[in-house]
């Protein structure tokens, strides 16, 4: 058990006018886990992967990350915890523009006593896997949406963080790029069981975890688990599941 | 809601937007408010031995003035447009004709613009009461000041801002003309799209503008040997320096910071990130703005320190021109006086020195102009005369050695030097160089003087070879005051109001006045440049920090801390303001040591005070950047 979550509550507003987003969520995730959050938009995934990684407060509840509390933790202990432990794909990417794809992709190594041989080999792995070594010059305005996305990737595997934490990490790629990028997330996972959470509107990238949660209005509206099925199958019952649900349907 | 409602509201919220552009005015109204205040108060104008001094000063300091607020003005006023970019394209996306978003914004300019215009008066005014006490000091005039409030200032400084309103107005509607609403919108993809690597021109422009900067500085320090072509040398220095400077912050900067980050071969800590490669790409985008700053404040600062120069110089320049305390063009004239004070119960010396005209050479003597050579005029006095001296046979004493000369001779202590004239010649060995006069200047016309003992000057007037016409002339009439000179005494020798004699402490009344008021107007005007620009850094690092507003939230997802952050920015903000700040200050020396002796005789204490100041103000710029920095950092997540 390496993420537990325990009641979360989140709101946004002042006391007057108060959206209630995350209406109670109690949740468990194991190590080595790869877990895909599906939901309509607006339904609070972003806000739950926030609250998840320590990016935002809960207005109440605990989440507990190996057995502990980040909700109480000190502004420093929490970055000092997201830099060692955390790796992020943001659904707005979130890289530096004044930086080129490779510093930006460097950046979590930059704290880390790693040589510069190694981080140069890890740089070189990482990126090719991901197909934007030719780009390490650029800057991110002169790269494409897609490549900012896959930047954004490379830099959440780079220092392989115990957790990585994902939002739409596909949305703006095509299928290949999309399930190279899926692959690598799964090899982190086999290899040297990073746990994954990963929010996607896509059954084809949830079919690639091994649990699928659904949120509905702040809410686990429901679960699945693939266990020993093919992802074909996996893919079918998400399929269905999503329909049941409403909201986004398919859209890839 | 009505479309007015909705505007109404949107300004009000953002009304914190707005607090650095009012800061900016009301600023600006304050400067000219209370310089034209002060300009136009009678009772220092009184009490000065010279009027027009008065009214010249501030004529020219208010012209300066007029200039820089313009400037100042115009540039927070695009600073504040580029800012409400985005809203500006959204009230035009949704249908509102150019025309009414232009009647919108004078509406709300004219509000903020004629608040700021009277808060500021009223602030000027108190400021420029408290100003007019500390020229009373430096005049040396003691006076109590009441609260005179003109109405012709205000006038006069309404006047003035409301042609910058309209100027502002001008500016706004050619801004709206020119964006294209598709611009507008992508404001902030248009800023990045100014990250772009660093090409081969960056490094030969920023490697040219290094060279042309040292040259620059090469050829100030080397004046002197170029002196036949001075004029076209002077401008030879500014081009060099002012395009040097530019191309400094253009591409020198942003190539250096380069090799570093190339060094680094990715892998950039935090605090690189929020400093090399942010001032890489602002630098180069600011270059014109930087430059500008680092000419306008090596500009104040070099005259800044010139009227100190002079103010600070007074007491020996008037020293070096009047030997005695009074001094007289005829023998009666100062028998005429002499007996007024006698009347009057004032103790006094009557000094009647002859002297006479010889040249001089040797080795004591280099002269450092093209020419070279080693030959003077020299006046020379004899011991007797003169109290002060001890001269031993064959020796000799220069005086009267002021800056100006100094530049362009050296004397060598105890080295001979050689009196000579058509047919005699006379080798003493010179034992002391001194810049106090011991004739007056009607009569030295500039020439050095110099003291020999009674047995040479006996020999040397033996040999000396008499113009007939001018033999009368070869003596110098003067009055010293036994105890001190006073102001009351001057005022009895001038009873009739226009005096036939050079009175020492009239004079330098006179010339501290002058150079009060000099310093006192340029002071002014330099501090108000200083203000400026140092707003205009600090505004320009609100902006940065606005846009980069982003990257901190990013960094800090990513798990860095505030602090560490900050330490990044404290960087960041050291280099912005003290690049610019060493070239000015670089500039400035340079300025200055070219050409301070035309000014006076100290040149470090003066300039060391006027740079300390400088770097002072711009410390608290440099604070308050920060600060605001670690106020976006901190709300960034
Ligand atoms: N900073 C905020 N202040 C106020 N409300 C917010 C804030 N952020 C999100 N919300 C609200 O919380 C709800 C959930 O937002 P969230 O971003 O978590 O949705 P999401 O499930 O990620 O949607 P999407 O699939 O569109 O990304 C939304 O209704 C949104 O309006
Ligand atoms: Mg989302």
Same mark, same amino acid.
């Given at each position: ?133 030719? &780009?390490?010059? +650029?800057?991110? @305005? ?5 490549? =900012? #996305?896959?930047? %954004?990737?490379? /830099?959440?595997? $780079? ?13 703006? &790629?095509?299928? +290949?790029?999309? @399930? ?5 997330? =799964? #090899?982190?996972? %086999?290899?040297? /069981?990073?746990? $994954? ?56 | ?637």
């Amino acid at each position: 058990m390496i993420i537990q979550a325990k009641g979360i509550k989140k709101s946004y507003g002042n006391r007057l006018n108060r959206t209630e987003v995350l209406k109670g969520i109690d949740l468990t995730i194991e190590e080595g886990e790869f877990v895909s959050i599906m939901g309509p938009s607006g339904s609070g995934k972003t806000t739950l992967l926030n609250v998840l990684s320590s990016i935002d407060q809960v207005t109440s509840g605990h989440v507990f990350v190996e057995e502990q509390d980040i909700t109480t933790l000190k502004e420093k202990k929490l970055a000092d915890f997201r830099k060692e432990d955390l790796g992020f794909m943001f659904q707005e990417y979130n890289l530096l523009h004044t930086l080129t794809v490779k510093e930006n992709i460097l950046l979590p190594l930059s704290i880390r006593d790693i040589d510069k041989k190694e981080a140069e080999k890890q740089f070189e792995l990482v990126s090719k896997e991901l197909a934007i070594y030719d &780009l390490k010059g +650029k800057y991110p @305005s002169e790269i494409s949406g897609g490549q =900012k #996305q896959r930047t %954004s990737a490379a /830099r959440a595997f $780079i220092h392989q963080p115990k957790i990585i934490f994902a939002d739409e990490p596909t949305g703006a &790629l095509d299928s +290949k790029a999309a @399930s190279s990028l899926l692959h690598k997330l =799964k #090899q982190l996972n %086999s290899k040297i /069981r990073s746990t $994954i959470v990963m929010v996607t509107h896509d059954a084809t990238a949830a079919s690639y975890s091994n649990r699928v949660i659904f949120l509905k209005d702040g809410l686990i509206y429901s679960s699945l688990r693939k266990g020993e099925r093919s992802q074909e199958e996996f893919y079918m019952e998400i399929m269905n599941n999503q329909s049941v649900i409403g909201g986004v349907g398919v859209e890839s | 809601m009505s479309l007015n409602r909705i505007i109404l509201k949107n300004f009000f919220k953002s009304v914190k937007n707005y607090a650095l552009y009012i800061f900016a005015l009301i600023f600006s109204v304050v400067l000219y408010f209370s310089f034209v205040l002060m300009s136009q108060d009678d009772t220092i104008a009184a009490e000065l031995q010279s009027e027009s001094v008065m009214s010249t000063g501030f004529t020219v300091g208010s012209v300066l003035l007029v200039v820089i607020i313009v400037l100042f003005v115009m540039f927070a006023n695009s600073i504040f447009l580029k800012r409400r970019n985005k809203e500006l394209a959204l009230f035009q996306l949704i249908g509102l004709r150019r025309k009414k978003l232009l009647r919108i914004l004078v509406l709300e300019n004219a509000v903020i613009y004629f608040g700021s215009l009277v808060s500021g008066i009223t602030l000027g005014f108190l400021i420029s009461r408290m100003l007019l006490l500390l020229l009373l000091r430096m005049l040396q005039i003691e006076l109590s000041i009441g609260m005179s409030f003109s109405v012709t200032a205000v006038t006069q400084t309404a006047i003035l801002f409301v042609c910058i309103f309209v100027l502002l107005m001008i500016q706004n509607f050619i801004f709206l003309k020119r964006t294209r609403l598709v611009d507008m919108l992508k404001l902030n993809q248009s800023i990045e799209s100014d990250y772009r690597g660093i090409g081969f021109w960056t490094i030969v422009s920023g490697f040219l503008g290094l060279v042309m900067i040292l040259s620059g500085y090469w050829l100030s320090m080397n004046i002197m040997d170029f002196g036949t072509v001075l004029v076209p040398l002077l401008l030879g220095i500014l081009f060099l320096t002012i395009v040097g400077t530019y191309l400094l912050f253009k591409a020198s900067v942003a190539f250096v910071l380069n090799v570093i980050r190339q060094s680094k071969n990715g892998r950039l800590n935090v605090k690189d990130v929020l400093s090399l490669t942010s001032i890489m790409f602002k630098m180069k985008s600011n270059a014109f703005l930087l430059t500008l700053i680092s000419i306008i404040s090596a500009l104040s600062m070099g005259l800044m320190s010139f009227s100190y120069i002079s103010y600070y110089s007074v007491e020996q320049s008037v020293n070096a021109s009047i030997s005695n305390d009074y001094v007289f063009y005829e023998e009666e004239e100062m028998l005429f006086y002499s007996e007024l004070l006698d009347e009057s119960g004032i103790n006094h010396e009557v000094r009647t020195v002859p002297f006479l005209n010889y040249e001089a050479t040797g080795e004591g003597i280099t002269i450092n102009t093209p020419r070279g050579g080693s030959e003077i005029d020299l006046v020379i006095v004899s011991a007797d005369h003169i109290e002060s001296a001890t001269v031993k046979e064959n020796e000799i004493i220069i005086k009267g050695l002021i800056s100006t000369l100094d530049a362009f001779m050296n004397f060598e202590i105890n080295s001979p030097i050689t009196l000579f004239n058509s047919d005699y010649e006379q080798t003493l060995e010179l034992i002391e160089v001194d810049g106090e006069a011991i004739l007056p200047s009607h009569v030295a016309r500039g020439a050095l003087q110099a003291v020999v003992s009674n047995e040479v000057y006996q020999k040397l007037e033996e040999q000396y070879t008499y113009d007939e016409e001018l033999r009368d002339n070869l003596v110098s009439y003067a009055i010293d005051i036994s105890e001190e000179d006073s102001q009351e005494i001057f005022e009895l020798m001038n009873q009739d109001g226009h005096h036939s004699f050079e009175s020492r402490i009239n004079q330098y009344t006179v010339q501290m006045q002058g150079a009060g008021v000099m310093m006192f107007v340029i002071g002014f005007v330099g501090i108000a440049f200083l203000m400026t620009t140092g707003c205009i850094l600090y505004f320009k690092q609100v902006g940065e920090g606005e846009d980069e507003k982003e990257s901190y939230k990013i960094l800090r997802k990513l798990g860095f801390t505030v602090n560490e952050l900050v330490k990044g920015l404290t960087i960041k903000v050291v280099l912005t303001f003290g690049i610019p700040l060493l070239m000015g200050l670089l500039h400035t020396y340079f300025a200055v040591n070219a050409g301070w002796f035309i000014f006076g005789s100290e040149m470090w204490l003066p300039m060391l005070t006027v740079m300390i100041g400088y770097v002072f103000l711009y410390l608290i710029f440099a604070f308050f950047s920060l600060l605001y920095y670690k106020k976006i950092v901190r709300e960034s997540i």
